[in-house]
């Protein structure tokens, strides 16, 4: 099997994630819960991979690194902490629905900047344009249908000088390219930890500016008499029993990525991605691709074959691919995909590029073999 879907979530990861998982659930309590040696384990387990988080992304205090189910978790307490009915909201018109749908259901006034793909110029100008309007913002780093890296640096910068809060969807950035706390000074930064963070499922990281408003009420392990969620971070913002477990996952993950760096990690994938697109070009197949600016995403379709069906007869030659809309409408009605959606070829660490070059010979064959039937 080769599995191309990394942009979807990480199958492959370090071998020390699934032991500190294994050894999790045969060792740690709940942190916060107890004086005795299990919940203490628990408790500096969670608390090393705050601190590993925190060295990962720029992050002063460890108290702001808030531990989620996934990114669309984190999203939604961002959401719901600075957006009611009516606040007019910035978006890029690369946005998931991890973003777009909350925002729906809290009533906010839309407006979209920035629709044409790997043009961050074009983003910028529409950016600068539209601020004025807005009260919060919010933008993808990375598009997850097309891998088209927006300028994020560029655009915190602007919502600064606008007085905008800006939240980031981090989501296909973190651990592949640099976030930056400090630097982009946002008020929130989402991102799941089953991605290029190579931890579990189930897991997830928001990085707070501001205190949030809590999403849920419930036991938090400290401030028990108070009938409202204590006052400061991470506590919060955190109800209920962590994924004790996963979080294990999760700090060997980090810390794969901190000791193999970041710009690494981006080489590895963008070399995956030039690999497939010099097998695949010239074959009559339609490739998203950008002279710069593009992590290891390729998104592709084929004029003759339904990309659902090619995803399917791949999977049944042993080739994992994503096909559709990837939950990102927004993204392909920005890219004029929108109707047919795209077959996603997404890179991984550790994919090498004989693995890719087996997964486009497959592809041309089987999409070969469809045009001559």
């Given at each position: 099997?080769?599995?191309?879907?990394?942009?979807?979530?990480?199958?492959?990861?370090?071998?020390?994630?699934?032991?500190?998982?294994?050894?999790?659930?045969?060792?740690?309590?709940?942190?916060?819960?107890?004086?005795?040696?299990?919940?203490?384990?628990?408790?500096?387990?969670?608390?090393?991979?705050?601190?590993?988080?925190?060295?990962?992304?720029?992050?002063?205090?460890?108290?702001?690194?808030?531990?989620?189910?996934?990114?669309?978790?984190?999203?939604?307490?961002?959401?719901?902490?600075?957006?009611?009915?009516?606040?007019?909201?910035?978006?890029?018109?690369?946005?998931?629905?991890?973003?777009?749908?909350?925002?729906?259901?809290?009533?906010?006034?839309?407006?979209?900047?920035?629709?044409?793909?790997?043009?961050?110029?074009?983003?910028?100008?529409?950016?600068?344009?539209?601020?004025?309007?807005?009260?919060?913002?919010?933008?993808?780093?990375?598009?997850?249908?097309?891998?088209?890296?927006?300028?994020?640096?560029?655009i915190a910068g602007l919502c600064r000088n606008f007085g905008v809060k800006l939240i980031v969807d981090a989501s296909q950035a973190a651990g592949i390219l640099t976030v930056d706390y400090e630097s982009l000074q946002a008020a929130f930064i989402a991102m799941p930890g089953h991605?290029?963070?190579?931890?579990?499922?189930?897991?997830?990281?928001?990085?707070?500016?501001?205190?949030?408003?809590?999403?849920?009420?419930?036991?938090?392990?400290?401030?028990?008499?108070?009938?409202?969620?204590?006052?400061?971070?991470?506590?919060?913002?955190?109800?209920?029993?962590?994924?004790?477990?996963?979080?294990?996952?999760?700090?060997?993950?980090?810390?794969?990525?901190?000791?193999?760096?970041?710009?690494?990690?981006?080489?590895?994938?963008?070399?995956?991605?030039?690999?497939?697109?010099?097998?695949?070009?010239?074959?009559?197949?339609?490739?998203?691709?950008?002279?710069?600016?593009?992590?290891?995403?390729?998104?592709?379709?084929?004029?003759?074959?339904?990309?659902?069906?090619?995803?399917?007869?791949?999977?049944?030659?042993?080739?994992?691919?994503?096909?559709?809309?990837?939950?990102?409408?927004?993204?392909?009605?920005?890219?004029?995909?929108?109707?047919?959606?795209?077959?996603?070829?997404?890179?991984?660490?550790?994919?090498?590029?004989?693995?890719?070059?087996?997964?486009?010979?497959?592809?041309?064959?089987?999409?070969?073999?469809?045009?001559?039937?």
């Open positions: 099997m080769i599995y191309l879907d990394s942009a979807a979530t990480s199958l492959y990861r370090p071998p020390a994630v699934e032991r500190a998982i294994v050894r999790a659930m045969r060792t740690l309590a709940n942190p916060g819960r107890g004086g005795h040696v299990p919940a203490m384990r628990a408790a500096e387990t969670v608390y090393a991979c705050r601190e590993e988080a925190a060295a990962l992304f720029h992050v002063p205090d460890p108290s702001r690194i808030v531990f989620t189910m996934n990114a669309t978790h984190g999203l939604n307490l961002a959401i719901h902490s600075l957006v009611r009915p009516g606040t007019k909201v910035l978006i890029s018109g690369f946005e998931h629905n991890a973003v777009t749908r909350p925002l729906h259901a809290a009533g906010a006034d839309l407006k979209v900047a920035g629709r044409k793909l790997f043009d961050p110029a074009e983003m910028l100008a529409s950016w600068e344009a539209a601020l004025s309007w807005a009260e919060v913002a919010v933008c993808t780093c990375v598009s997850n249908a097309f891998g088209y890296v927006l300028p994020i640096g560029e991605k290029g963070l190579l931890g579990p499922q189930g897991t997830g990281i928001l990085l707070c500016g501001e205190e949030g408003v809590p999403l849920m009420q419930g036991g938090s392990g400290a401030e028990s008499r108070l009938q409202t969620m204590p006052e400061l971070l991470p506590e919060h913002l955190e109800a209920g029993t962590l994924n004790v477990c996963g979080i294990a996952g999760l700090l060997e993950g980090i810390r794969y990525v901190r000791e193999r760096g970041e710009a690494t990690i981006l080489r590895h994938e963008q070399m995956l991605l030039q690999r497939a697109v010099s097998e695949l070009s010239g074959r009559g197949l339609e490739l998203f691709t950008g002279e710069e600016g593009q992590s290891g995403v390729l998104s592709l379709r084929c004029p003759w074959m339904d990309c659902e069906e090619l995803a399917s007869r791949l999977s049944d030659r042993g080739v994992c691919v994503r096909a559709g809309l990837h939950c990102a409408p927004l993204a392909h009605e920005s890219a004029g995909t929108l109707e047919c959606g795209t077959l996603r070829m997404s890179f991984s660490p550790f994919l090498s590029a004989q693995d890719v070059k087996k997964a486009c010979e497959i592809l041309v064959e089987t999409v070969e073999e469809a045009k001559r039937n």
